[in-house]
């Protein structure tokens, strides 16, 4: 019984402290206190991040070269096997990427449009 009681207790404290938190936050906001992250740091996905890479740089680029860049761009350590596989799918699914050598890859736009 005194274990439910605790239970029942703290799950009141988390709430009303979430609330609390939630409550200075908005606070916060409408003060102009909280700077705001922008669209591209806060939504981006790792495969879009890589997009975004193999755009600017406008030529094929080894899983090496983009975690690096990944790394000096975005402040995101990528994780190679991760990036190699999710690429891959992508890749055989014929969605964005396409593979020019041994994890190398670039886009198929800019292939098509002989950037490469």
Known sequence: ?????SKNLLDIFESLLRAQLNTIKQLKKGAGLIEKETPLEKRMSHME????????????????????AAKS?????????????????????????IKTGPNTFALIDQQAKGGL
């Open 1 to 5: 019984m005194s274990n439910d009681i």
């Open 73 to 97: 761009r975005f402040g995101i350590e990528l994780d190679k096997e991760s990036v190699v596989s999710a690429l891959v799918k992508r890749v055989k699914r014929q969605d964005r990427f």
């Open 49 to 68: 991040m890589v997009y975004d890479i193999l755009y600017q740089a406008n030529k094929s680029l080894h899983v090496n070269d983009i975690i690096v």
